[in-house]
C-alpha cells in the first residue's frame, strides 16, 4: 500500500520512542506517498489511559506541521486523532474538528459513555454485557454527527462476544446503514487482522459487510489501516495482503 493510514506516535504510552521524524522518514523509505497520523487523542485533565497528556496537544500538532513542511516534496502528511465518541465532550471535540492544525478526525471506540461514567470503568461482567452494544450506538452518533471521516476498526467492539450472534448483526446492520448514508467509510484494521487470536477481527462482520453492499443504494466505503506504534509495525502490515 501506499496510503499509511492511521499512524500512532510515541506520545501514547503503549508503542515505541521513536521521533516523528523516524515515523515520516520510515514511510518514504517504504514507498509511501501519503502518511495520517491519528495518534489517540488526549482529553482535558486526562481521565483515560494509554495516550499523550493534554498538555502534549499543541506540541504534536507543531511536530507535524513542521515536519509536513519539512517533506513536503516526498510525501503527503496528514495529522489528526483517534477519538472516542463521548457526547461529554462535544465541544471540544468541535475545537480539535476547527482546529487550523487538524486535517481528520477518525471515530476509535475503545469505550463509550454510560451514564454519568464510561464503560472503561465498569467491571468486566458489566463490559461484556453492554459495552458493545453502547460502542456500536456510539459510532452511529459519531457518523451522524458530522465530525469524522472514518470509523476505526468498527468490529474491534465486539471483541468481548466470543459466539456471533443475532444481536451482533442486527448491530452491524444499523452500522452500515449510517455508514452507507453519511458516506462515511469503515475502517479495515490491519493490526486486528493480524491478530486472530485476539478476536478482534470480526470475519462474520465483513461476511455481513458484503452481504449488505449487494443490495445497498449507496455502498458502504471501506479503508484499510495500518494501526501501527512503531516503525516494525508499519514494515510488517504495509503489505499484509487481508482475506475475508
Ligand atoms: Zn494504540
Ligand atoms: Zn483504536
Redesign the pocket.
Known amino acids: 500500500m501506499e496510503e499509511f493510514f492511521h499512524v ?1 506516535t510515541r506520545r ?1 504510552k ?2 515505541s520512542e521513536e521521533t516523528d521524524e523516524i515515523l515520516v522518514k520510515k514511510a518514504i523509505s517504504l514507498g509511501a506517498k501519503s502518511i495520517t497520523f491519528t495518534d ?1 487523542v488526549p482529553f482535558p485533565e486526562n481521565p483515560f489511559g ?1 495516550r499523550m497528556d493534554f498538555e502534549e496537544l499543541e506540541e504534536y500538532l507543531d511536530s507535524f506541521e513542521n515536519l509536513k513542511k519539512l517533506y513536503a516534496t516526498q510525501i503527503d502528511i496528514k495529522i489528526g486523532f483517534e477519538v472516542e465518541y463521548l457526547p461529554k465532550y462535544l465541544d471540544y471535540f468541535w475545537f480539535l474538528k476547527n482546529h487550523p492544525k487538524v486535517d481528520l478526525l477518525i471515530c476509535g471506540q475503545h469505550m463509550a459513555q454510560y451514564e454519568d461514567t464510561f464503560t472503561c470503568f465498569l467491571e468486566s461482567e458489566k463490559k461484556n454485557e453492554i459495552e458493545h452494544r453502547l460502542c456500536i450506538e456510539a459510532m452511529i452518533e459519531g457518523i451522524k454527527s458530522g465530525l469524522f471521516d472514518v470509523v476505526a476498526h468498527p468490529d474491534r467492539c465486539f471483541k468481548r462476544q466470543k459466539e456471533w450472534s443475532e444481536e451482533l448483526t442486527e448491530l452491524s446492520k444499523r452500522l452500515f446503514s449510517a455508514s452507507s448514508e453519511y458516506g462515511v467509510p469503515l475502517e479495515i484494521n490491519i493490526s486486528s487482522y493480524t491478530k486472530p487470536k485476539k478476536n478482534v477481527f470480526r470475519k462474520d462482520f465483513w461476511l455481513l459487510l458484503e452481504e449488505f453492499n449487494k443490495t445497498a443504494k449507496k455502498k458502504v466505503q471501506t479503508v484499510f489501516a495500518l494501526d501501527s ?1 512503531s516503525t516494525e509495525e508499519m514494515e510488517s502490515r504495509y503489505n499484509v495482503k487481508v482475506k475475508i
Open positions: 500512532h501514547c503503549h508503542g489517540h494509554n506504534h
